[in-house]
């Protein structure tokens, strides 16, 4: 079987951005990927819309000001997908260990679920709902073992916290 192609989209201010290209590209061992910014609009609305002009198979949401702390984090993201059940895999956040941090995803089940509903969460709680419509359609939403990120801010993941509650019997 062959390995599929990745798009990276990474979410906030060009400073930050910057910083989480960086850490990507020295970071991650996982080919094929392209990595892509997502600088303007209202997060949801701007990562629908880089969403839906990528062709890879596999889309990989990440917040800028993140960065991987070891170079397998795609590779066993990924790997999670592999069981037709699993819609999502989420890592964590270091050092808060149980926070969640960066989504992968099918492209067509984000095209299923028609993206990040931006119209009642467009700046933020769009992860924990997008995560909850995948829960309610019976696919599993699941943690990547020993996948962690290492941040300074994390706009795109803020409020995940509140997503735990929600998600807590489908993570394995």
């Known amino acids: 079987m062959s390995t599929p192609a990745v798009a990276v989209l990474i979410r906030g201010s060009a400073a930050d951005a910057a910083v989480t290209v960086r850490a990507v590209r020295a970071n991650t061992d996982y080919a094929p990927r392209a990595v892509y910014l997502v600088l303007d609009g209202p997060p949801a609305e701007a990562l629908n819309q880089a969403a839906a002009v990528r062709g890879e198979p596999v889309l990989a949401f990440l917040d800028a000001g993140l960065a991987p702390a070891r170079s397998d984090w795609l590779t066993r993201m990924v790997a ?24 992968v995803v099918r492209h067509d089940t984000f095209d299923l679920l ?17 995560l909850a419509r995948l829960i309610g359609l019976g696919s599993e939403c699941v943690a990547a073992d020993g996948v ?23 993570f394995q």
């Open 148 to 170: 962690e990120f290492l941040a300074g801010s994390s706009q795109l993941f803020r409020g995940m916290g509140t997503a735990r509650g929600v998600l807590a019997n489908s």
């Open 114 to 130: 028609g993206g990040f509903d931006a119209d009642r969460h467009p700046d933020a709680g769009f992860i924990e709902d997008f």
């Open 80 to 103: 999670r997908l592999t069981p037709m059940a699993v819609g999502g895999v989420v890592g964590t956040l270091a050092p808060a260990v149980g926070t969640l941090a960066g989504l």
